[in-house]
């Protein structure tokens, strides 16, 4: 019966932890722009017909100068294309990408006065399948708590 006490009371109090620590939670809310879904539907568009697939996206809302961490596994050998789309009012644009090992093996940056400055691409062959984070980040001084971004990744067909 004392183990019984002494277990019920363990259980109660792991329970009101978790559900304080899940407060804390980063939740990947949805987010919708006219002017940036015309330039996903014209990259897509341009991709697609180079042979590209989408295999994931997302409109997601954002805060300035926090990166909004996206984790997908990647095969060996494929040839992949990731696309972030920012504010366009957003006066920087960054991805930075890793490997399961957290090593960086990519890191792009869009400022303004650059062509489509809230457009970042970039091609990449993973060496190893394995799981990558990519890690979206955008300034803007007008807008800090929500800021709407667009990520893809394609995945060229092979022929």
Same mark, same amino acid.
């Given at each position: 019966?004392? @183990?019984?006490?002494?277990?019920?009371?363990?259980?109660?109090?792991?329970?009101?932890?978790?559900?304080?620590?899940? /407060?804390?939670?980063?939740? /990947?809310?949805?987010?919708?722009?006219?002017?940036?879904?015309? /330039?996903?539907?014209?990259?897509?568009?341009?991709?697609?017909?180079?042979?590209?697939?989408?295999?994931?996206?997302?409109?997601?809302?954002?805060?300035?100068?926090?990166?909004?961490?996206?984790?997908?596994?990647?095969?060996?050998?494929?040839?992949?294309?990731?696309?972030?789309?920012?504010?366009? $009012?957003?006066?920087?644009?960054?991805?930075?990408?890793?490997?399961?090992?957290?090593?960086?093996?990519?890191?792009?940056?869009?400022?303004?006065?650059?062509?489509? @400055? @809230?457009?970042?691409? +970039? @091609? +990449?062959?993973?060496?190893?399948?394995?799981?990558?984070?990519?890690?979206?980040?955008?300034? $803007?001084?007008?807008?800090?708590?929500?800021?709407?971004?667009?990520?893809?990744?394609?995945?060229?067909?092979?022929?």
């Amino acid at each position: 019966m004392k @183990n019984h006490k002494y277990f019920l009371a363990l259980s109660l109090c792991f329970i009101v932890c978790t559900s304080s620590l899940a /407060q804390d939670i980063i939740r /990947q809310e949805p987010c919708y722009n006219d002017y940036i879904q015309k /330039q996903v539907d014209s990259i897509k568009e341009v991709s697609i017909s180079a042979g590209f697939v989408v295999v994931k996206e997302a409109g997601i809302r954002m805060e300035s100068e926090y990166e909004m961490p996206v984790i997908v596994p990647l095969s060996q050998g494929t040839w992949y294309q990731v696309v972030f789309i920012a504010d366009p $009012n957003s006066r920087l644009a960054e991805v930075r990408m890793f490997d399961w090992n957290e090593k960086q093996l990519v890191y792009q940056k869009k400022q303004p006065g650059e062509i489509d @400055n @809230n457009i970042i691409s +970039y @091609n +990449y062959i993973p060496k190893f399948t394995e799981y990558h984070m990519i890690k979206p980040v955008q300034i $803007n001084k007008k807008k800090k708590k929500s800021v709407c971004g667009y990520i893809m990744l394609l995945k060229k067909l092979k022929k």
